[in-house]
């Protein structure tokens, strides 16, 4: 079990790369512009919610971009190894196939966590010493937590791609449909789909009724399963509301997410020749 | 024990075979070099030794265990240095270092290690900007760390000058000194005279000599190579001198003829020259080198096999 020594080496490689540095700037930039939106008129007071909640945090931050920029620096994980030639150097140590992969997914997964929680903590220093902002600390650094955990589920999804892939183009081909799949299509079908399915339409041959389909496909994708988790969360209710189900439910969905790509990845990267 | 040992090893890839039904058996201790031109299928095996590729067919075993199934313990007691491989750019030496002391879960000095192969001063300089020779040290480094079983080195000394090439044949020997077995590839010749105990040459896929530096001399036909300067000497002259014992070829152009064959042989080729009415002026004789040995093994119609 020497994953950990392959997490820490890729972190430190992958830290020192422009992306994670350019990304830290991105977010820093974007959560503080979200603040500045969300200004309280003067004499108000709002909740450092109010700035999570924002559009430009919630829906253009978070589970837009987020879930890009994670392929984006994941995507090459492996691949970008096999294609260079560093992952003869990587396999001349002793590591399994396992090792590489698993280690690669936790390398990666604390080189987004870094430019995130930078993103969302940096600006919250001016949150907090600003009067008028009622700054909910837990709820605060638990959402930058939770959106560390959305872009590790894709991560993990990236990974499997880059580890099953023989050239960097198939695995770019895949993170992006996946990314095309879950973000921009399931934004685009959502609501017609809602409504067709709440009317009463739907697959007849399926033993479920339109609003379960739909609460399955909410669940399936991952930035579904963040939205359940992480709107129960601000709102004080989660694994305690009426929801309960849902909710673990949306939770399992990230942990499996994090952790069954990398696995069928791993099922072709075993069989691989180098 | 035997370190290595192959046995009907086969790999194809696609409907190009780079390696076939190979039995090869190092022992422990020894310093084998593995040679033979590019494309001969010498990285294929090697890549086989470390699970990089599965064998098509055969078994493959290192240090005892079995090369696919127990990779990562073969590897732990093994050092590596790959063919094609890459360093990662934005990292330092030290780190690289550091990286395979955690990876093989030994405590050892990166300094001593860097000092080692030479290149301490560029410790905490990023291996991005390291010259071919440099990083191949540095992999090297890397391989040294948590003193292995078996080396194995792929074309070591590709991308060193004169004097690197010599410091890595100097760590060949001390390793060999310490009791590790080394197994290395290369088209260098006189890399592998110089270190090796015993040598295996590799064409289109085969194994087509293996043996002793001396051992394999002796396995080639042309032992010697006899020029002989003469006043006049025809084809005709030359028949009596083919027909003797433990002579391989004989040729002339007029002035000199050349001989090939064994040492012992050279008094019957001026006798049989005399004898048939060639005055010898002068001769000389020319051991066979390495060289010619390793053209004679290597060279030839025989299509060679790209992998």
Redesign the interface.
Known sequence: M?W???A??DF??AI??RWVAGLSVLFILLVSAAAYLVRPAPGETISSNAVLNSLVVRDALVTTLVPLLALVVAYKAVVGERE???L??L??????RADVVFGKVAGRAAAIAAPISAGFLLPAVVLLVAPPVNFDVVSYVGYTLLTAILAVAFVGIAVGFSAAASSSRRAVAGAIGIYFLFVPLWGAVRFPLQLYLGMGGGPSWLPLTGQQVLRMLRLLNPTGSFKIVSNAFLQGSLYTGGQVSMQVSATLMLVLWILVPPLLGLLWFR?A?? | MAAIELDGVTKR?GDVTAVSNLDLTVPEGEVFGFLGPNGAGKSTTI?ML?????PTAGEVRVLGLDAGRD???V??RTG?????????E??TGR?HIE??M????VDDDASAVLERVGIADAADRKAGGYSKGMRQRL?LG??LVGEPDLLILDEPSSGLDPGGAREMREIVRSEADRGTTVFFSSHVLGQVEAVCDRVGIMRGGNLVAEDSIEGLRGAVDEGETLTVTVDAASEDDLTAVRALDGVSSAATDGGTVTVSCDADAKTGVIGALEEAGVTVKDFQTEETSLEDLFLAYTEGEEGEVSA
């Open positions: 020497t950990t020594a392959v820490r080496k430190q490689d020192r790369s260079s030639g560093s003869k150097l396999l001349s140590l002793p590591h399994s069989e020749d180098l | 890839f890549n470390l699970d990089f590729v599965r990779s990562v313990a590897r732990r590596v240095l790959p063919e094609g491989y890459d360093v990662y934005r990292l780190k990286f395979a955690r990876s093989k879960e992999v890397m391989a």
